[in-house]
């Protein structure tokens, strides 16, 4: 599917009549016009750009299956883990250096700043799980080169936004933005997700997805590639639940100049979620183009032209192969010579 295919006979009418006035919920229901230049725009993101990503993914595939078994080789007497004990010593070495903060009052006025200030920092660690989010966003960066982090739900019982852990392989990102501009125009993170959880999620009393009857079970790019990995990572053989579970994108993205979250199913061709991105800091709230992504981009090495970076896996992978392979050709000369 190419760029032509996707916007063949579209003027985008109905989004230009938008101009920068805030596009609602209600807009993108009741509006087909608009829904389906929106759509078109996501399109073109997904497919055509979404091709950028499928070497990077294969590597993600790679140092996962080298991080877990080093060698496929049936002949190998034995496996060495050079990458997983290099990742493990980064680790303790990163969280050993990490803070560990406790608030407390310099006078008697400040002693309810400091309790507020200690038990928020607590919920944040215990309650919202910070410290496991932490780890595995720093194994992501050190293995994968990427570490994400997304506001993606709502949690109901705390009233709170919640920040997810994403994996670097269902990220797809704006392919003309970088790390250190922050200017990605767009983030699209593929999920699976069902019909009970899309239904049961709220934010102040409402429920945030619409239209969820109109889902069908519709496929990613490179579905079948996936369940291939699936199955030789571990030996695992996929659920039916995996099958019955709905494909849905989550794009971050920038339309007419002002930032959205969007939930698109259907093999990306039906808006469920729709809500701009409110501001947060006063210059945000005095000017809205100047609001981000609720999105963290941990790189332990970025890379100018790259947005995933250089993770200490990609460096060592290849040592690791030629480790086991000089490992186990010497115990198998020594046993010949036995």
């Known amino acids: 599917m190419g760029l032509s295919d996707i916007y063949k006979d579209r003027s985008f009418q109905a989004l230009k009549e938008q101009g920068n006035k805030v596009i609602t919920q209600d807009d993108i229901k009741n509006n087909k016009e608009l829904h389906d230049d929106i759509i078109a725009k996501f399109r073109n993101w997904y497919y055509v750009d979404g091709a950028y990503v499928n070497d990077k993914r294969q590597l993600i595939k790679d140092l996962q299956n080298k991080y877990t078994d080093p060698t496929s080789d049936f002949r190998q007497k034995i496996k060495v883990h050079t990458m997983h004990s290099n990742i493990k010593a980064f680790m303790a070495a990163f969280r050993d250096q990490a803070m560990n903060v406790t608030f407390t009052d310099n006078q008697s006025i400040d002693e309810d700043l400091s309790y507020f200030l200690e038990k928020s920092a607590e919920f944040d660690a215990v309650k919202m799980g910070k410290d496991l989010k932490d780890k595995l966003n720093l194994w992501h960066a050190l293995l994968f080169g990427v570490g994400l982090r997304a506001r993606t739900t709502y949690n109901k019982q705390y009233q709170c936004p919640e920040y997810m852990q994403i994996h670097p392989d269902s990220w797809i990102p704006d392919v003309n933005g970088n790390i250190f501009d922050n200017n990605f125009e767009y983030h699209i993170f593929e999920t699976y997700t069902t019909y009970y959880d899309l239904d049961c999620i709220e934010a102040n009393g409402k429920n945030i997805y619409f239209d969820i009857d109109k889902l069908t079970r519709s496929s990613f ?118």
């Open 221 to 338: 790019i490179g579905d079948d590639a996936r369940e291939i990995h699936k199955k030789n990572q571990r030996l695992l053989n996929p659920l039916n639940d995996y099958y019955k579970s709905l494909r849905i994108l989550n794009i971050y993205c920038t339309v007419n100049g002002r930032k959205y979250i969007a939930s698109v199913g259907n093999s990306c061709s039906l808006i469920i979620r729709w809500e701009e991105i409110p501001a947060v800091l006063e210059e945000e709230k005095e000017n809205p183009y100047l609001i981000q992504f609720p999105i963290s981009i941990t790189n332990v090495f970025p890379l100018y032209e790259d947005p995933f970076g250089l993770g200490y896996g990609e460096i060592i992978i290849s040592p690791q192969s030629a480790i086991n392979k000089l490992t186990n050709l010497m115990i198998r000369k020594e046993e010949r010579n036995a």
